[in-house]
């Protein structure tokens, strides 16, 4: 359980006597989800302002997986009597086994797919799509390199960028492909040079394919290496050229080679479903930015 003890100058800076007191709120998440998206310090702040902003009193639980997380969960909503629970993936996909249990406690389930019937009516599912800003990236990487060989044919300068993907890829395919649907669109249909790495994936692997595809040409490259991100922008470090991937800000590694990373603002969104809840929304879509590197 992470302690309010720490969050509380946050809290107390919140006009809580402006705002209708709504009952307690418990934030429970599983690792790594947790350290996913920022820790303690940043995120928790932002979670315990938020909550006081809306007239809740929040707690926040960080667990490891347990063998049976509905009934752990069911176990702490029952003898403290939550008003809200704001759930983090994977539990979020289980929401049958406590939504229902709990009728007079509100959820936000993070990252669940939303049922094409027999949603609940006590829970607000929060969503993130990243597609929009891969497509946004993409058209910055074919801008930036125009701008730097400023070839009269655009088309020709796709192979300037790359896309490095693995099997285990923390970037979807509907995701590559908005990547590369933004490429096309600032440089006239052009479409950049894809390879993808199989098992077994390791650094010398990632090295070879940085190494090759940066003799060929490319300038920036999308990187979905899941776990080997790191190894593919130390890579780019030795061997020049910048890259495009998600969830950057989790290791913070060679921030020089980092033109764009997608971000998901989770503080962001769960703000908006807390209000989604008193509306009555069943569906938030969550803010997703893109940060650089070089910015940080």
């Not at 006081?52 to 702490?76: C, H, Q, T």
């Not at 099997?167 to 492909?177: G, H, L, P």
């Amino acid at each position: 359980m992470i302690r309010l003890r720490a969050l509380l100058p946050a809290v107390l800076c919140v006009p809580l006597l402006a705002a209708c007191w709504n009952g307690r709120i418990l934030f429970t998440f599983e690792q790594p989800f947790w350290s996913s998206i920022g820790g303690e310090s940043r995120v928790g702040a932002a979670l315990a302002v938020a909550s006081a902003e809306r007239g809740y009193f929040p707690r926040i639980d960080v667990e490891p997986v347990s063998p049976d997380p509905v009934s752990a969960l069911a176990g702490k909503i029952a003898p403290r009597g939550y008003a809200a629970v704001i759930v983090g993936p994977l539990l979020s996909f289980e929401w049958e086994g406590f939504a229902t249990k709990f009728p007079r406690t509100k959820f936000v389930l993070i990252d669940a797919p939303v049922p094409s019937r027999d949603a609940p009516a006590n829970a607000v599912f929060l969503t993130f799509d990243r597609t929009g800003a891969f497509r946004d990236a993409g058209r910055a990487a074919g801008t930036k390199v125009q701008t730097k060989f400023g070839a009269v044919d655009a088309s020709g300068l796709g192979p300037r960028i790359a896309v490095l993907t693995s099997v285990d890829s923390d970037i979807s395919a509907a995701e590559v492909d908005a990547f590369t649907r933004g490429v096309a669109d600032s440089l006239d249909g052009g479409r950049p040079e894809a390879r993808f790495l199989t098992a077994p994936v390791d650094t010398s692997a990632v090295n070879a394919a940085v190494s090759q595809m940066r003799r060929a040409g490319a300038e920036i490259f999308l990187l979905g290496l899941g776990e080997h991100n790191p190894s593919g922008l130390q890579a780019l470090r030795d061997a020049g050229g910048s890259a495009v991937l998600g969830d950057w800000l989790v290791s913070g590694a060679f921030p020089a080679q980092v033109l764009f990373s997608v971000e998901e603002d989770v503080p962001g969104g769960i703000a908006l479903a807390l209000d989604g809840l008193r509306t009555g929304v069943m569906r938030v879509s969550g803010p997703v930015k893109l940060v650089s590197g070089k910015k940080i």
